[in-house]
Nanobody, 121 residues
Framework: QVQLVESGGGLVQPGGSLRLSCAAS????????MGWHRQAPGKQRELVAV???????HYVDSVKGRFTISRDNAKNTVYLQMNSLKPEDTAVYYC???????????????WGQGTQVTVSS
């Protein structure tokens, strides 16, 4: 019903930048929150940033001032601009979308396949 395709991960040196993208496609009636989570080895998955349908962002404290989440509603795409990256940002980053498929009365949660971000010198 709803598919998510992520792109933009990779290897970057400390202090560098990366931009993640996640495009939602399929039979979509509406999209509510869009966000990014991450999971580092041996750790639980955590919310990094989320943006509402109205464009209001929320960030975990550890990325405030360094990461910026945005969305293009016309393209059903959410972005995560990551600046001043630190080794502790190394993780698999997952896109998360709360969307209502066409023909459905309620929204569901959808997840991307994950993209690796490695911050290392």
């Amino acid at each position: 019903q709803v598919q998510l395709v992520e792109s933009g991960g990779g290897l970057v040196q400390p202090g560098g930048s990366l931009r993640l993208s996640c495009a939602a496609s399929g039979s979509i009636f509406s999209i509510n929150d869009m966000g990014w989570h991450r999971q580092a080895p041996g750790k639980q998955r955590e919310l990094v940033a989320v943006i509402s349908s109205g464009g209001n962002p929320h960030y975990v404290d550890s990325v405030k001032g360094r990461f910026t989440i945005s969305r293009d509603n016309a393209k059903n795409t959410v972005y995560l601009q990551m600046n001043s990256l630190k080794p502790e940002d190394t993780a698999v980053y997952y896109c998360h979308v709360n969307a209502r498929p066409r023909g459905s009365f309620s929204p569901n949660d959808y997840w991307g396949q994950g993209t690796q971000v490695t911050v290392s010198s």
